[in-house]
Nanobody, 123 residues
Framework: QVQLVESGGGLVQAGGSLRLSCAASGRTVSMYAMGWFRQAPGKEREFVAAITRNGDYTGYVDSVKGRFTISRNNAKNTVYLQLNSLKPEDTAVYYC????????????????WGPGTQVTVSS
């Protein structure tokens, strides 16, 4: 079973950028499609982005298209989420997750989750 740990969250002003990392251990991350999700206080967990095992396809929720970029470096066993042009409504705990079912935006298809990293965007 792979283990995941996110890093790179923090406090940033609106319009700023952050780069989140998701480091995998235990098994090679190349075996998994990967996704990023987020959950804001009082709200349900939301799909943000996903990427195929070899990185040849990515998908995003409409609210982050053109601002966020998911990528992966299988040699480093790491997945990234670049967050640009951040808005206060992007404030949430961000989670990375691994799926053995291939590319999916369905959270129920992800079997392994990291503990999350907090992103706070001030106005």
């Amino acid at each position: 079973q792979v283990q995941l740990v996110e890093s790179g969250g923090g406090l940033v002003q609106a319009g700023g950028s952050l780069r989140l990392s998701c480091a995998a251990s235990g098994r090679t991350v190349s075996m998994y499609a990967m996704g990023w999700f987020r959950q804001a206080p009082g709200k349900e967990r939301e799909f943000v982005a996903a990427i195929t095992r070899n990185g040849d396809y990515t998908g995003y929720v409409d609210s982050v298209k053109g601002r966020f970029t998911i990528s992966r470096n299988n040699a480093k066993n790491t997945v990234y989420l670049q967050l640009n042009s951040l808005k206060p409504e992007d404030t949430a705990v961000y989670y990375c997750a691994a799926s053995t079912f291939g590319y999916t935006i369905n959270a129920n298809s992800y079997s392994v989750w990291g503990p999350g990293t907090q992103v706070t965007v001030s106005s």
